[in-house]
């Protein structure tokens, strides 16, 4: 019987008190391809970083064709032909594809010309589509990943791990990324996909082996299982996976969007044109290509981002006016009675300040409302104690600087602050982004709360699965303008994929 490709025994990571693997086993077999699921926390990444070279193990063993091997380093690892391709690529802007393929190898004197036939070369065998001269500032998010794909295939890497590879892909790139990795498997090499989205999942692996709470729960074939399986197994309960969607209630324009134009600091357009209507009582999606401009139209809405023309017009439903809020600050737009809330997609950086505790940072809402030199810090107090409560957040205490608290504790955090404001307009940004399966979808249930409560919500999301099933409408952008305006109700994958990917002609559609 032929050796695993690689096989771990009762490997075990702890971080101070924090145990991040607990006597994990795990095989894969050589020409196979392993889902890797879990919730948050559940020590996937820790694991496979310990593969990977980043971490070494405090106990365990770790196997490669049945003989067991020591990996301290990244170099370690890809002398035992094992290559990751995180999520967030580890590539030079500057450099051609060819440069940054082998850019790092040690005792090879770079031969472009020899490079460039030896990567033509993988990208017959495989199916890729990729220029090696071309620069990766030049390249679609696709195209970064496929370069992260061919540099360890160039480096012999048997053994490859992908981090939430399909993330930011459209449907029609995520196919021809699972194509690739097919043919792979067809070739021997073994594949470990960390991922959330569980129909991809059951389309793409042979396997599905489960962690909890770091530690591992069992491996089970593809086929012989289901979504509802697999989620009992992460979580240790029954969740539904249903988004209830229901149907708008006298639904009122909220937000009218006229004709947006913005250019960055680099002189670049990131919003042409894009005009749409966010109503009371709707979820409106907003899909697209990661840089389509999503950033720059919520941080405009907001009065963080300065228009060079356009309207951003706000129907009051108390007074029954209307106001042009276009290039006014946050505070300006507070100070006009527009309760909009904002859970923009940088957590840290723009959302929360990481070294304050969780109690200050509900203060930040409300600060600007004190009479008194003294800041008052019972009531943030207790939204503090109801956030951590309802939310489920996962924290110490609420003293905790909330920097040390884990990605969706962090978002948690967030989204029930800015819903504990009570906004007419709610804009989300990758609100569920890296988030385990049960905290999704309590996010999604929040989101759905707000909707029957009137509040006109827009949701930027990057999975188009539950973009169809929990907004009313989608606005798709490409290249900064509108593509097209769909019903979620009757719109299709492939639809809203090729609008992703289709230059807006001649304006853009506000119905």
């Known amino acids: 019987m032929e050796a695993p490709a690689i096989e771990l025994r009762n490997i075990s990571k702890s971080f101070g008190y924090i145990t991040a693997n607990k006597n994990i086993n795990l095989t894969v077999n050589k020409g196979e391809i392993l889902s890797l699921l879990g ?24 196997f490669i064709d049945g003989k067991e091997v020591v990996i301290k380093t990244p170099k370690d690892a890809f002398d035992y032909r094992i290559g990751m391709i995180h999520q967030h690529f580890k590539l030079v802007d500057i450099f051609s594809a060819a440069e940054n393929i082998v850019l790092g190898l040690r ?9 460039t036939a030896q990567i033509k070369k993988i990208s017959e065998q495989y199916g890729f589509d990729i220029d090696p001269s071309k620069k990766i500032y030049e390249m679609s998010v696709s195209e970064k990943q496929t370069v992260e794909i061919i540099k360890v295939l160039y480096r012999g890497a ?24 097919r043919r792979m498997k067809e070739d021997g090499k073994s594949i470990i996909i960390i991922t959330h989205k569980l129909h991809e999942v059951l389309s793409i692996s042979d396997k599905v082996a489960v962690l909890r709470k770091g530690e591992y729960i069992g491996t089970v074939n593809t086929a012989e299982t289901n979504e509802s399986e697999l989620t009992e197994m992460m979580v240790g309960k029954k969740i539904s996976l249903n988004i209830d969607r229901s149907e708008p209630v006298d639904p009122q324009d909220r937000l009218v969007i006229n004709k947006l134009n913005c250019i960055n600091s680099d002189g670049l357009k990131v919003l042409d044109n894009v005009s749409f209507t966010a109503k009371s009582g709707e979820i409106l999606g907003v899909a697209g290509i990661a840089g389509s401009g999503q950033k720059e139209l919520l941080e405009a809405i907001a009065g963080l981002q300065k228009l060079e023309s356009g309207e951003i017009i706000y129907n009051n439903p108390k007074t029954n006016s209307s106001d042009n809020l276009r290039d006014k600050t946050p505070l300006q737009i507070r100070e006009l ?7 923009p997609e940088d957590r840290l950086g723009m959302g929360l300040v990481g070294n304050m505790d969780i109690v200050d940072n509900m203060m930040l809402r409300s600060y600007k409302k004190g009479k008194s030199v003294f800041l008052e810090r019972k009531k943030p107090r207790t939204l503090a104690e109801k956030v951590v409560s309802d939310l ?17 504790n962090v ?3 967030l989204v029930g602050r800015e819903i504990a404001a009570a906004p007419t307009v709610l804009m989300a940004a990758y609100p569920v982004r890296g988030l385990d399966i049960n905290s999704s979808y309590l996010i999604y249930n929040l989101l759905n709360e707000q909707k029957e409560k009137g509040v006109a919500v827009i ?6 699965d539950v973009l169809i099933e929990l907004c009313d409408k989608i606005v798709v952008m490409s290249s900064g303008s509108v593509s097209g305006i769909v019903d979620a109700r009757t719109s299709t994958k492939e639809e809203i994929g090729f609008l992703m990917t289709k230059k807006a002609e001649g304006g853009n559609s506000n119905e």
Do not use: H
């Open 411 to 413: 978002q948690k955090v």
């Open 158 to 181: 048997d053994i490859l791990i992908l981090d939430e590879p399909t993330a930011v892909l459209t449907p029609q790139e995520t196919e021809k990324l699972f194509a690739v990795l």
């Open 107 to 115: 005792n090879e004197k770079f031969n472009i010309k020899q490079s």
């Open 459 to 464: 949701f930027v999301g990057e999975d188009l």
């Open 392 to 408: 489920e957040v996962s924290t110490p205490g609420i003293e905790t600087p909330v920097r040390r608290l884990s990605g969706g």
């Open 337 to 343: 009675g527009v309760r909009l809330s904002f859970v």
């Open 39 to 62: 919730e948050n926390g559940s020590g996937k990444t820790t694991l496979m970083n310990m593969i990977s070279g980043i971490y070494y193990p405090d106990a365990g063993q770790i």
